[in-house]
């Protein structure tokens, strides 16, 4: 069956550094894109990255352009979400999915092969 399990989360003050993973067993990842998404409290689940299955082309979404890396290392079956300069309003549960990296024009569209999550809360 397919699996994703994040980790690398925690509490972290504002302008510091995570890097989440994103590790798949059950089946080879690189055959897929994967997406990282997260949601807030209280707030709609919304993407922020999505890298395509050979890691040749990758997306973000305009709040974190220029502050988080996705990146791929196939050989492991895992993908990574490097986090720089991070925001309180970067406060969310992460998540990765298997992912249509670009549908008709429309990026980083979940197909729906969830992970548990990995809490990211940035603040003083």
């Known amino acids: 069956q397919l699996q994703l399990v994040e980790s690398g989360g925690g509490l972290v003050q504002p302008g510091g550094s995570l890097r989440l993973s994103c590790a798949a067993s059950?089946?080879?990842?690189?055959?897929?894109?994967i997406g990282w998404f997260r949601q807030a409290p209280g707030k709609e689940r919304e993407g922020v990255s999505c890298?395509?299955?050979?890691?040749?082309?990758?997306n973000y979404a305009a709040p974190v352009k220029g502050r988080f890396t996705i990146s791929r290392d196939n050989a492991k079956n895992t993908v990574y979400l490097q986090m720089n300069s991070l925001k309180p309003e970067d406060t969310a549960v992460y998540y990765c999915?298997?992912?249509?990296?670009?549908?008709?024009?429309?990026?980083?569209?979940?197909?729906?092969?969830w992970g548990q999550g990995t809490q990211v809360t940035v603040s003083l």
């Open positions: 890298i395509n299955s050979s890691g040749g082309s990758t």
């Open positions: 059950g089946f080879t990842l690189d055959y897929y894109a």
């Open positions: 999915a298997t992912t249509i990296y670009n549908w008709e024009g429309l990026p980083c569209q979940a197909l729906g092969s």
